[in-house]
């Protein structure tokens, strides 16, 4: 079973910064997408930042500019350096990884970030 650990969430006055981490408990070098998903009070959850396996990202237009994912594969760690951050940023974030031939997709078990004005 594979298991996601994220780490790195809590509460940050409005312009700070926050590193999400997500740690997998399998390799990443074979991964086929990740991503970063984010349910705010009172709304759905969206995708905020997503890489691909070549390396592609795409980024929400709320965060872009702001917000950056990358990988670690040697660690098995997806991240997400949020940076000028806003207090609409506050919400559950979510890790989500895909592998290449697997039917399923995982979920982290979300994270809390709070950005205060």
């Known amino acids: 079973q594979v298991q996601l650990v994220e780490s790195g969430g809590g509460l940050v006055q409005a312009g700070g910064s926050l590193r999400l981490s997500c740690a997998a408990s399998?390799?990443?070098?074979?991964?086929?997408?990740m991503g970063w998903y984010r349910q705010a009070p009172g709304k759905k959850r969206d995708m905020a930042a997503r890489?691909?396996?070549?390396?592609?990202?795409n980024y929400a237009d709320s965060v872009k500019g702001r917000f950056t994912i990358s990988r670690d594969n040697a660690k098995n760690t997806v991240y997400l350096e949020m940076n000028s951050l806003k207090p609409e940023d506050t919400a559950v974030y979510y890790c989500n990884f895909h592998w290449s031939a697997d039917l399923y997709t995982y979920w982290g078990q979300g994270i809390q970030v709070t950005v205060s004005s």
């Open positions: 890489m691909t396996g070549d390396g592609s990202t």
């Open positions: 399998k390799s990443i070098f074979s991964i086929n997408a």
